[in-house]
């Protein structure tokens, strides 16, 4: 199989993911299902990537479990995360704005919608397709390095929608703006490690020696999913959801606590 092929075949499977995902959304009516069944298709993606065999005779290296590895982790641990926050009830306020704007051609503009979340789960895939292909004999420092990354950023994004799942669940924070935890010191965390584990491949993929230059193609995933997050489908709307239920609260959050960096809070600025 050449490596056009895979790509083909698994654009095709992401496409076919999408339009399950546009399917049980409709039918549940809970647009939360889209975003666990993109995490599971990405992974699954990453790892046919990492790990189909290219010529029929390339074996399979360490290198490639080990990327093989981190894909289905990450997928793992976000997908059940989302499923169980989904079967818990509620609608994701980011879908229920683009309901309440398309109106009656929701069903329509949803579907090529998710296609085009399709299409970024590809070029997610491909940047661990670079990973996985470093042709370097022996696992190295970028190897170790991509792994802790990793690491830090399953850890990091669970430990902080565990922190934001119990504030929510507790009844009298209803109305209030998280500021538990990881939440002092970014307004959106969660997004901050989800864009961390996108550095763990480029980690992996980039020879420095300047033997591998298709390796530098993985940087095109963290600055995707960069500005994915901060600037189209991941903050915006969802501050805008913050800002009209609980205007004034959020209000104060936004004026003391980054926004996606983590850092200290700035002093509130005196009436």
Not at 84 to 101: I, S
Not at 211 to 223: C, F, K, S
Request: hydrophobic fraction near 55%.
């Amino acid at each position: 199989m050449t490596p056009f092929a895979l790509i083909f075949i698994i654009a095709i499977a992401l496409c076919a993911a999408m339009a399950l995902a546009w399917l049980v959304a409709l039918r549940t009516g809970q647009s939360g299902w889209i975003d666990a069944i993109w995490s599971f298709a990405v992974g699954g993606a990453g790892i046919a990537a990492a790990l189909m065999p290219i010529d029929g005779r390339e074996p399979v290296p360490e290198r490639q479990y080990l990327v093989a590895t981190l894909a289905a982790v990450w997928s793992l641990r976000l997908g059940f995360h989302i499923v169980a926050r989904t079967a818990a009830g509620g609608d994701d306020p980011r879908y229920a704005q683009l309901r309440r704007e398309w109106g009656e051609d929701f069903p329509r503009r949803l579907f090529s919608f998710l296609q085009i979340q399709a299409a970024a789960a590809l070029l997610l895939a491909s940047a661990i397709f670079v990973a996985a292909r470093n042709p370097s004999p022996a696992l190295g420092i970028g190897d170790w390095l991509g792994l802790a990354i990793m690491i830090a950023a399953v850890i990091g994004e669970g430990v902080a929608d565990r922190q934001l799942s119990r504030f929510r669940g507790d009844p009298a924070n209803r109305g209030k703006v998280c500021e538990a935890g990881l939440w002092a010191y970014s307004r959106h965390p969660n997004y901050f490690f989800e864009w961390l584990a996108w550095l763990a491949y480029v980690a992996i993929a980039v020879d420095l020696g300047g033997d591998y230059p298709w390796g530098y193609a993985a940087i095109a995933a963290p600055l995707f999913m960069y500005w994915l997050l901060v600037h189209v489908s991941g903050i915006p709307p969802l501050e805008a959801h913050m800002l009209r239920s609980r205007p004034q609260a959020f209000r104060d959050y936004q004026a003391r606590v980054n926004a996606f960096w983590p850092g200290p809070q700035r002093r509130a600025a005196q009436p």
